[in-house]
C-alpha cells in the first residue's frame, strides 16, 4: 500500500489532524508527506519528526497562499507519476475542496470524515458516521489514489521523534490559476473546537437566572464569563449550542453542533444546554460528558456520564474553585 498524506497548514501553522493522519499511514507501511506552500521549511522539518519517511514538497511563492486551482493541479499531477494507492487528508474546508477538485481530475473517488480506515490489496475500506451521527456505515474505494478525509480526533497523534529525517523530494509546482489572493481579514482571534481536548459550552439556559436582578443578554455574558473562566482552568475552548449563537450570546465561530462545529474531545461540559439532536450530533463523540441543567428532564442527560441538576451560576464557580485547587492553579 503507498500512501500519501497531505499536510494541512495555514502559513506554517500545520493542523493538528494532519499528524493523526500521519499516524494513521504509518500504520500501513512507509509514508510520503505532501506539503505545498512557500518558505514550509518548518512543516517539512515536522513532517519527518513526527514519522514521514519522505516528503514531496513544492515551495514556490506562487504557493504561498491557499487557492484551490493551483493546489488540486499540483496535487493532481504529483498522483498521477507518483501513483499512490491513498491519500490521506485531515477534515477541513481547505481539505475538502482540494480533495474533491483533485480526485475529479485523476476519476477517482473521495471518502469523507472518515472515523475508522481499513486497506485491502485492490480497495480500501472505510467507516464513517451518518444520519447525524446515529449509524456507522462502511463504504468501499477500489479507485486509485482513493482520497480519504479524516474526523479530527478520530486517531492519535504520533510521537514525535526530534531531529528525524528522510527522503526529500522536490516537486514542480502548477501555478496557473485564475484566483487571486488580496489578503486577510479576521472578526475574532481564531477558535480552534475540533482539536481542543476540553470544551465547555454554554447554551440558552445562561441567560436563565432572574435572581441576578440582569436583563437577557447581561445574564448570559456573565453566564459565558463563568463558562470561560472553567474552560481556561481546565486548558480548554469555550463552546455554544445554536441557540445562544442565534440568541447573539456567542459567535458562530463557537457553535457545536450539526450547523457548527463536530468535536470529540476527551471532556465536554455542557452548561444550560437542553440536548436537541442537532447539538447532540455536533458533541456525542466526546470521550467524557458532563452536563449541568436545572431541568432534571433534559435530553443532555441521555448523554451525559455525568449530570448536575442544579443551577450553572451556583454549580460552574464552585467547579472552578475545585479544579483551581486539584490542579494548583
Known amino acids: 500500500m503507498k500512501t500519501w498524506i497531505y499536510i494541512d497548514h495555514f502559513k506554517g501553522e500545520v493542523q493538528p489532524g494532519s499528524w493523526e493522519a500521519l499516524g494513521l499511514g504509518k500504520t500501513f507501511g ?7 506552500g512557500s518558505g514550509v521549511d518548518a512543516v517539512v522539518k515536522a513532517a519527518f519528526e513526527y514519522g514521514a519517511d519522505e516528503v514531496i514538497v513544492a515551495d514556490d511563492a506562487a504557493l504561498a497562499d491557499y487557492r484551490a486551482e493551483p493546489y488540486a493541479s499540483t496535487l493532481s499531477a504529483l498522483a498521477s507519476s507518483g501513483t499512490p ?3 490521506l487528508f485531515p ?6 475542496e482540494l480533495s474533491a477538485m483533485s480526485s475529479l481530475d485523476l476519476n477517482s473517488g473521495v471518502l469523507t470524515d472518515v472515523t475508522a480506515v481499513e486497506v485491502g490489496a485492490d480497495k ?7 444520519y447525524e451521527g446515529k449509524v456507522l456505515e462502511k463504504t468501499v474505494c477500489s479507485a486509485k489514489p482513493a482520497f480519504v478525509t479524516l474526523r479530527s480526533r478520530a486517531f492519535p497523534k504520533p ?3 526530534a531531529g528525524r529525517t528522510g527522503t526529500l523530494t522536490k516537486a514542480e509546482a502548477k501555478a496557473d490559476a485564475k484566483s487571486t489572493v488580496e489578503g486577510y481579514s479576521a472578526t475574532e482571534a481564531a477558535v480552534n473546537l475540533g482539536d481542543a481536548s476540553v470544551i465547555v459550552s454554554g447554551g440558552r439556559g445562561v441567560s436563565n437566572n432572574p435572581s441576578l436582578g440582569l436583563d437577557e443578554k447581561a445574564t ?13 482552568v481546565l486548558g480548554g475552548a469555550v463552546g455554544g449550542s445554536r441557540a445562544a449563537v442565534d440568541a447573539g450570546y456567542i459567535t458562530y465561530a463557537h457553535q457545536v453542533g450539526q450547523t457548527g462545529k463536530v468535536v470529540a474531545p476527551d ?11 442537532q447539538h447532540l450530533v455536533g458533541m456525542r463523540n466526546a470521550k467524557l460528558i458532563v452536563a449541568i441543567n436545572k431541568d432534571a428532564e433534559a435530553p443532555i442527560f441521555t448523554q451525559a456520564r455525568f449530570g448536575v441538576v442544579g443551577d450553572l451560576f451556583a454549580i ?3 467547579l472552578t474553585a475545585a479544579m483551581k485547587k486539584k490542579l494548583g492553579k
Open 159 to 161: 510521537a514525535v521523534t
Open 267 to 277: 471532556l465536554y461540559i455542557a452548561n444550560g444546554i437542553s440536548g436537541a439532536i
Open 124 to 130: 480500501v475500506t472505510v467507516t464513517r458516521p451518518i
Open 85 to 87: 494507492d491513498l491519500i
Open 316 to 318: 460552574v464557580p464552585a
Open 30 to 36: 512507509a509514508v510520503s508527506a505532501i506539503v505545498f
Open 91 to 96: 477534515t477541513t474546508a481547505r481539505t475538502r
Open 220 to 232: 448570559a455574558q456573565k453566564g459565558f464569563d463563568l463558562i470561560g473562566e472553567l474552560a481556561s
